[in-house]
Nanobody, 121 residues
Framework: VQLQASGGGLVQAGDSLRLSCAAS????????MGWFRQTPGKEREIVAA????????YYADSVKGRFTISRDNAKNTVYLQMNSLKPEDTAVYYC???????????????WGQGTLVTVSS
């Protein structure tokens, strides 16, 4: 699976941003998808995950109520809608795919390149 993330940018605190991740190469609906983020000097952390059909989702406590993960299997795309952004959300965001879904899964088989989100105060 090849993954291409996009949608990052520079925004102000309180603004919204939507990230997209387009997948190709395999049957998209066979894969669970996740969004991760990483800042310099810190480990990569999961932000959100979504199951194959979108029935199950998982969110990190830090983004619950502000971020929404969704997917469009017809478009082979997963989204991360980010509202009420905070400076601490500043990070490189990565999308990832795996054949197995789990709320607790942190290792994914396929990764896209990152897209930088910068939130100014």
């Amino acid at each position: 699976v090849q993954l291409q993330a996009s949608g990052g940018g520079l925004v102000q605190a309180g603004d919204s941003l939507r990230l997209s991740c387009a997948a190709s190469g395999r049957t998209f609906s066979n894969y669970a998808m996740g969004w991760f983020r990483q800042t310099p000097g810190k480990e990569r952390e999961i932000v959100a995950a979504i199951s194959y059909s979108g029935q199950r989702t998982y969110y990190a406590d830090s983004v619950k109520g502000r971020f929404t993960i969704s997917r469009d299997n017809a478009k082979n795309t997963v989204y991360l809608q980010m509202n009420s952004l905070k400076p601490e959300d500043t990070a490189v965001y990565y999308c990832a795919a795996d054949r197995v879904y789990s709320d607790y899964k942190r290792t994914y088989d396929y990764w896209g390149q990152g897209t930088l989100v910068t939130v100014s105060s």
